[in-house]
């Protein structure tokens, strides 16, 4: 019987597609949880174009001859004219707020801003345009990306979440997985 | 026993849970991603990984990406690596390899199974490259053991593991010709012979850089990045001596 227990605690813990509101095969409470920090739908939409900024937290590259594209960590993506990759030329930059992934082809540039895809005309590099908002594309999880924790329930209605902060609750949430 | 069956239906009920549906279009080539991506292109078709799925957009029409389908993997994707006409999804517990003649529904050929890790993957002719990184990052940190896995690829429904070597902290990699290129977090740059496909050879490792995903240009030069900023290197396809072109340093 223990067995079962253990393969169901494993099948839960493996299935990130649900969290639960339940109180069986909860996990302890330790006086800690995670909160969900929610950002507005106008900032998580604010799309704007600026020259070449420095690098600070780079994360994914994408190459589409002769540009190349790097990924900011949750905040846009830097052009990058590599026409003589001995001296690469830092162009422009898309800010975006959750932006980590990119793909291109041609005139084209799509990216992920939290879970909209967004569409840019990149026919002239320095001067980018946002063409097209696909709304929802990329659907993000709504709960923390840990195992075995308690978090605060999500509620849209303040926004999208944007991150997970660990907090001290002393009531423990209804959520957790 | 009726206990042990209604835990069994909960257990199935917490694996499946996810959605699924279909249509689209296609063709060849364009830019080109890192192994670490989750978004790719081939033809007219953009691909986006999340944790769970794999989704298709049809982008015949550039500036109006049509969504054409959704499939429902299992947990913790991670990367997506498109190779002729197959794409090689990462996930946390297996690489799954599909058919995207009909890119709008890919379909799963097989899966190949490996411990709980995370896993980008590149492919040459009939090889797979994947490297497994442990740790507590990776999901339930289910294994603190990294490494580099060569799969044979000939027959694509039966994948078979041929090799395995330890590795560090492996992120992305990359492969051109003879040489595989493993970006090994802190420890920096790690470039293999593999003339016999088979079984890399360590040749060198730069530990100058911060390695977290490589694209190889073409096969002279490769584009780097890590913590401290962008690298280009060119080298030498015999050796695999690295030469520093240029940088874009983080500030």
């Known amino acids: 019987m223990n067995k079962i227990y253990t393969l169901l605690l494993a099948a839960l813990s493996l299935s990130g597609c649900k969290y639960h509101d339940r109180d069986r095969w909860n996990p302890a409470f330790d006086g800690t949880a995670y909160r969900p920090v929610y950002m507005s739908e106008e900032e998580v939409s604010n799309i704007t174009f600026h020259a070449g900024e420095k690098l600070v937290e780079p994360g994914k590259i994408y190459l589409l001859e002769p540009f190349l594209f790097i990924n900011e960590k949750g905040r846009g993506i830097h052009i990058i004219d590599n026409s003589d990759p001995g001296n690469p030329e830092n162009i422009s930059f898309i800010s975006i707020p959750g932006n980590y992934d990119m793909a291109a082809k041609g005139n084209w540039l799509y990216a992920d801003n939290y879970t909209d895809l967004l569409a840019f005309d990149i026919s002239n590099p320095r001067e980018v345009r946002l063409a097209k908002r696909v709304s929802d594309a990329v659907p993000v999880r709504d709960f923390p990306p840990h195992n075995e924790i308690y978090f605060e329930c999500p509620d849209p209605s303040k926004g999208t979440i944007v991150a997970w902060e660990k907090v001290d609750m002393s009531v423990k949430p209804k959520c957790w997985r | ?251």
Not at chain 2, 112 to 121: A, R, T
Not at chain 2, 174 to 181: A, C, D, P, R
Not at chain 2, 185 to 210: A, E, M, R, Y
């Open chain 2, 1 to 251: 026993m009726k206990k042990t069956l209604k835990l069994l239906f909960v257990l199935l009920v917490a694996l499946t849970g996810c959605e699924a549906d279909k249509s689209g279009t296609v063709d060849p080539q364009s830019g080109k991603g890192g192994s670490m991506a989750r978004f790719a292109i081939t033809g007219n078709s953009l691909y986006i990984v999340d944790d769970q799925s794999l989704h298709s957009y049809d982008i015949s029409a550039p500036d109006n990406p049509q969504k054409s389908g959704s499939k429902s993997l299992g947990i913790g994707i991670e990367t997506i690596f498109p190779y002729q006409n197959n794409l090689f999804i990462g996930a946390q517990d297996g690489m799954y390899i599909f058919n995207n003649a009909d890119p709008s529904n890919p379909q799963l050929i097989s899966k190949y199974q490996h411990v709980q890790s995370c896993d980008p993957v590149v492919v040459q002719d009939n090889y797979a490259y994947v490297t497994l990184r442990g740790g507590s990052t990776c999901r339930n940190g289910a294994t603190t053991n990294s490494s580099l896995d060569v799969v044979d690829l000939s027959d694509l429904a039966n994948p078979k593991i041929l090799h395995t070597q330890n590795m560090l902290t492996p992120y992305g990699l990359g492969v051109s010709g003879k040489l595989l290129f493993v970006c090994d977090g802190t420890h920096g740059l790690k470039t293999f012979n593999i003339q016999n496909p088979q079984l890399p050879v360590f040749l060198s490792q730069n530990t100058s850089v911060d390695a977290y995903d490589v694209i190889v240009r073409n096969s002279r030069s490769l584009i780097l990045i890590g913590k401290k900023g962008l690298y280009q290197f060119s080298f030498n396809e015999d050796k695999g001596d690295l030469t520093l072109l240029s940088q874009i340093p983080v500030q």
